[in-house]
């Protein structure tokens, strides 16, 4: 019989933050003094061509960009009738390999939210003109 269930956790509240694995304070241990001077000299291997010092440095030393900026060039949102206008942008830059996939569908998800707002504005504001006129008669 297992003392827990599938699924939970021992320690919900998990490894304190900045906690390290014992081998990781251990290498570091082994490394103390040592770290700048190998440092530096992967830096000189990768600048003399060492694929393997390059390959190092843009894995460990450079953070990895998960998203990068977006920049198109949007045309202006007056209404939801404009909202097609955008749309087809964001599909020719999709196209034509200006925008991954992902982008242009995380575009077209903002632009949907955005539409739902302008619907919901305007749905409001036209159900408020009728009950002013209903009230009015």
């Not at 014992?22 to 440092?39: C, H, P, S």
């Not at 209404?79 to 942008?89: H, I, R």
């Amino acid at each position: 019989m297992a003392k827990w269930q599938k699924g939970q956790s021992g320690n919900p509240s998990g490894k304190p933050k900045g906690c390290k694995h014992k081998a990781t304070r251990a290498a570091l241990k082994l490394l103390e003094g040592d770290l700048e001077a190998i440092t530096k000299k992967c830096i000189n291997a990768a600048k003399k061509g060492d694929l393997a010092a390059i390959k190092l440095i843009l894995d460990k030393f450079i953070p990895v960009a998960r998203e990068l900026p977006i920049t198109l060039k949007l045309p202006k949102i007056g209404g939801v009738a404009d909202v097609p206008k955008v749309l087809n942008v964001i599909l020719k830059a999709v196209a034509a390999g200006e925008l991954t996939t992902e982008q242009g569908q995380s575009l077209a998800a903002m632009l949907e939210a955005y539409r739902k707002g302008i619907e919901t504005t305007e749905l409001e504001a036209r159900i408020s003109a009728l009950e002013q006129q209903g009230e009015n008669q």
